[in-house]
């Protein structure tokens, strides 16, 4: 462990969704205002599309930090898409928090559309976010989030969806059109580019309680050059190299050490 080597409080570069390590870039901060504003909105529907590892789940925890700062929203997350049918939608109102779900489908959807109109009534937005929702293995299932837009009133819907995953997930909603065409808002995340690589770095240093210095230019350059910018990839690099450079009692992590730390790492020739 190098925490007390490096003077952190906590290790920097762990790839879990930790909202006190939110990057804000410029393409992050515009994809969270987009589904702060489809949910503050009643649009709908959003969706986030992203590369492997450039970060959606860790927005998302952030976005619904922000949701859960105050008392009007009711938030159902669904982090494994890949149930059948009725268990996805039992898993929804679990989530919302219902105490007895149904057995049946169209139970659930009674319960469901009664939960949704209790909250409208409260002054409560209820949201439904879909992690990973690339892994819906069953149509069926985009198609019954789909039909969840119907329950509405004349002038707002009951509920917002937001979908989050992998670019595959654009493929799949394209099977079905009609869904695909209700997707009010939409942003997609790209890699890092060699700036927002440096402030990336630095962000978590600090959020680390660490020096925001210990990487000079070349090790940057040399992390955004084998991490193709992906924030997971950054990290994993990150940690070998503060790992190195703690084993070998060095005051920062230059490019030389770059090389050492990952030249036989898998993630260095990740692409």
């Known amino acids: ?70 008392q009007e929203y009711n938030v159902a997350l669904i982090t494994n898409p890949s149930f059948p049918v009725l268990e996805f939608l039992q898993e929804i109102l679990y989530q919302f928090g219902v105490g007895s779900v149904p057995k049946k489908k169209i139970a659930i959807l009674h319960r469901l559309n009664d939960h949704l109109l209790e ?35 004349n002038d707002r819907f009951l509920l917002t969806l937001v979908l989050l995953g992998q670019p595959e997930l654009r493929e799949k909603l394209l099977e079905i059109p009609q869904f695909a065409q209700r997707i009010g808002i939409q942003y997609h995340l790209t890699p890092l580019e060699l700036p927002d690589v440096e402030r990336y770095v630095k962000c978590r240093l600090k959020a680390a309680g660490g020096s925001e210095t210990l990487f000079d230019a070349d090790a940057i350059y040399l992390i955004h050059d084998g991490s193709k910018g992906i924030p997971r990839v950054i990290n994993h690099l990150c940690d070998l190299c503060l790992l190195a450079g703690a084993m070998a009692k060095l005051s920062g992590i230059d490019g030389t050490l770059v090389q050492k730390a990952t030249k036989n790492s898998q993630f260095a020739a990740v692409s």
């Open 1 to 70: 462990m190098y925490i007390e080597y490096w003077g952190f409080q906590r290790l920097p570069f762990e790839n879990v969704p930790d909202p006190r390590f939110y990057f804000p870039s410029s393409q992050h901060e515009e994809g969270l205002h987009r589904m702060l504003y489809a949910v503050t909105q009643r649009k709908g529907a959003a969706m986030l599309t992203g590369e492997v590892g450039c970060g959606k789940t860790l927005l998302s925890r952030e976005f619904l930090k922000q949701l859960n700062g105050g």
């Open 119 to 153: 909250n409208e009534q409260k002054g409560i937005a209820s949201v439904i976010v879909v992690d990973e929702a690339q892994a819906v293995r069953d149509l069926q299932i985009l198609e019954e989030l789909r039909l969840l837009l119907n329950f509405q009133r």
